[in-house]
């Protein structure tokens, strides 16, 4: 087996552990990458993560191409992504050479910017959303949603949150996005702070093609998982289609579900 292993360098406690997986690994005569800088290779078994759901999210575009599976290690704070705790990574790895495992698929975005002159940028990949918002404080910005090639509605708004199943309970869900089951498929559409009397999230089928175009004179900014930071001009669109891709997550605890994660995210208890 081979696993390669992620996780902040700046956290002590991530980097300790990190030393403890390389440990268990060796004596397993497992194959250990460290911090890999680029997307791994499909020798890869696994993409061990250790940190929190920022670092799942880091982990996943590293594993995106060659669609190997990612190990979430939470660390802190209880995270949707990272359901495997540090104390359990011995069991973890147990399990993962005895195949005692699930793998979940979860859906992704393809997300593109086109410049108001025609220039594109490369899409990059997201597993929980796009951000598009405004960038000068106190100011709102303007933005028409194009559904399949159709003029929507334009949103006078502080931005727009462009969602997969899996990004609904991120920031999604701070803008009073609906929550919705990973294992479904949807692209969700939630307008934030919006100044019009259309004020509802979307939820809209996989295959849409979206096109969100910036109008008026405000400058704006793009955010991917958010990471990777683009700064919009006015005329410029940002296409989110469903990623050509799945990510796969490990699942070690069957006895804990995504219905378990938010009860408890919301202190409603697990019984």
Known sequence: ?????????????????ADRVVEMAEKRDIEV???PNASVAK???FVFSLGGDGTVLYAAKLAYDS?????????????????????????????LINGKF??????????????????????????????LERVEPGRTIRITAILNGRQFVTYTADGIVVATPTGSTAYNLSVRGPIVSPR??????????PHLVFDRPLVLEPEIDLRLELQGVRPASLLIDGDSEVRLEPGDSVFC????????????????????????????GVS
């Open 241 to 268: 289609r469903q990623g050509g891709k799945k990510t796969k997550l490990v699942r070690i605890n069957r006895a804990i579900d995504f219905h378990d994660t938010v009860k408890a995210k919301f202190g409603f």
């Open 102 to 131: 699930q793998i979940e698929e979860r859906m992704t975005l393809s997300v593109g910017v086109e410049r108001q002159n025609g220039d594109e940028l490369e899409p990059v990949m997201a597993l929980n959303d796009a951000v």
């Open 33 to 35: 990458i460290l911090q």
């Open 1 to 17: 087996m081979k696993i390669a292993v992620v996780y902040p360098p700046n956290r002590g406690e991530a980097s300790a552990l």
């Open 184 to 193: 479904l498929e949807a692209v969700i559409l939630t307008p934030i702070s």
């Open 43 to 45: 020798d890869i078994d």
């Open 67 to 95: 669609c190997v599976p990612v190990v979430g290690v939470n660390l802190g704070h209880l995270g949707y992504l990272a359901e495997i705790e540090a104390v359990q990574v011995n069991s973890a790895i147990e399990a």
